[in-house]
């Protein structure tokens, strides 16, 4: 049986208790792997590992050697490709031609461009005049903030580690990472492809395990100077509480219930094909997809009948399988989840325009975490699916009359990560964008990427952004050193 080790001061290694772990395919229900247990000995080793890199040969790298040396990480994803691809959709089960085109290819991508903003960082500099006539000189450098916990989650895990290992490493510190129990397995390869490309060790280092232990160990250890993390909203919660002691920052993306706000002038082509991406990509794991959609009144049975058929056109099956469109979601606890909530739906009366269970599969896919695309109707806008993130393929779709009516019901939720605008009026994108509240908007577009952008949410959705240089922000300290001159 393969086994998935952490990856702790440059070596893979076991747990010093010998325990391991069982990781499933999500598309078939079969043990794939036995991934090592994180407890304190792991933990206690990779933070001693980062730390004395801090002083070592990564921290005394120059800044060109280690910019080269992210460009060197990146080439060895690229080169390390299938790998990657296969450990991936079999953690996951998202399909290949997901993963292929955005998980794998965004893992090396955030290696070069926080490589690329490390080149460009600029200080900042006044010269003013002193009380007693002299002149002084202010300038601000920054420095890395030491050891960052890397806690990261298992719908896009390679390309959610890196975004945060990328610019972590890129601006100096050195990092302890815990990916999700359920997909452990890239990030031990990267561990490999740390090691090949010769990144001192200490620098990257992987503990797995679950949150509850080895998670809880490392936000709490009082050597981790800041903690970044993707996930849920609660758990952000309690990773906020546990960074309060001892005054360590904290960067949050956290859970959405985003809206899509679908106007009569939009294109509706475009409108129906984004909105479904949106939606059902990656079994709509994604936090930043759609699960509100409001569509004004003219065109709402056409919206609603285009995207049921789009949505019934998705091919539901196995991960290797290039024709398929959606695999299962990651777990049977999250399938469990999901199900729930589409029955929650039924009950509080949703009209079920399209799947609402699960779907019958054949063979050995009929035991896997697999779930219908899903659409609603006619729920309230206090319905339980319309308030709570799901985090499944699945939205419910209500009609609007004006502008103003559907500000206000984009905006009623606890959360603010991301919306979608559709129409054809450019007065009115501008209009409507600046009134929404949430981090990101894309107009005509969903998930469409410039990485010197910020990123983040607002609300419940998180704290901070990152992207470009406004990951420096969380990754460095800034000092301001006065001379009087
Ligand atoms: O594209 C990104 O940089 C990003 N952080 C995506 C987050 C997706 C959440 O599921």
């Known amino acids: 049986m393969k086994k998935v080790q952490h990856y702790i001061n440059g070596k893979f290694m076991d747990s010093q208790c010998g325990e391991f772990f069982d990781n499933y395919n999500p598309a078939t229900a079969e043990l794939i792997s036995k991934v090592a247990l994180g407890r304190e000995p792991e933990v206690n080793a990779a933070i001693a590992a980062a730390k004395a890199a801090l002083t070592g040969e990564w921290g005394q790298m120059k800044l060109n050697d280690r910019i080269a040396m992210m460009y060197e990480i990146a080439n060895e994803i690229d080169r390390r490709f299938d790998d990657f691809l296969e450990a991936e959709c079999l953690d996951t089960g998202k399909p290949y031609s997901i993963a292929r085109h955005i998980d794998i290819p965004r893992g090396a991508a955030n290696f070069k461009v926080f490589a690329d903003t490390m080149k460009s960082v600029a200080d900042e500099a006044y010269r003013s005049d002193t009380p007693d006539g002299k002149k002084m000189l202010n300038y601000s450098m920054r420095k890395p903030k030491g050891v960052i916990g890397v806690i990261s989650p298992w719908n896009l895990p390679l390309l959610l580690m890196t975004w945060k290992v990328g610019p972590a490493m890129a601006c100096g510190n050195t990092v302890v990472v815990k990916p999700s129990q359920v997909t452990p397995t890239t990030t031990s390869l990267l561990g490999e492809v740390m090691s090949k490309v010769g990144v001192p060790a200490g620098a990257y280092n992987v503990v797995q395990g679950k949150g509850s232990i080895t998670g809880n160990l490392i936000t709490a250890h009082k050597d981790i100077d800041a903690i970044t993390f993707t996930g849920e909203t609660k758990t952000g919660e309690m990773i906020m509480d546990a960074c309060s002691k001892g005054v360590r920052d904290v960067s949050l993306e956290l859970g959405g219930k985003n809206p899509a706000i679908i106007f009569a002038d939009c294109d509706m082509e475009k409108a129906i094909s984004e909105t479904a991406r949106s939606v059902f990509a990656n079994s709509g794991q994604v936090c930043l997809g759609t699960e509100r959609v409001y569509v004004e009144r003219p065109i709402f049975d056409e919206f609603v009948n285009r995207l049921k058929e789009a949505g019934s056109k998705l091919k539901v099956g196995v991960q290797n399988d290039e024709s398929v469109d959606m695999g299962p979601v990651v777990s049977a606890v999250h399938r469990d989840k999901v199900l729930d909530f589409y029955n929650i739906a039924k009950k509080e009366g949703a009209n079920v325009i399209l799947g609402g269970g699960a779907p019958k599969m054949d063979g050995k896919l009929a035991n896997g975490f697999f779930v219908e695309p899903t659409i609603w109707t006619g729920l309230p806008e206090t319905a339980t699916v319309v308030k709570e993130e799901v985090f499944g393929p699945c939205c419910h779709i209500a009609p609007f009359d004006t502008e103003d009516e559907v500000i206000k019901m984009a905006n009623d939720t606890k959360y603010g990560l991301a919306s979608t605008i559709f129409t054809e009026n450019l007065d009115r994108a501008h209009r409507v964008a600046s009134q929404i509240d949430t981090g990101i908007v894309w107009v005509n577009s969903w998930f469409l ?37």
Request: proline share 3%; with cysteine; glycine share 18%.
């Open 449 to 485: 990427r410039d990485l010197r952008t910020p990123f983040g949410g607002m609300k419940g959705s998180g704290i901070g952004r990152e992207g470009g240089h406004h990951s420096l922000e969380f990754y460095t300290e800034l000092k301001n050193v006065c001379i009087k001159m």
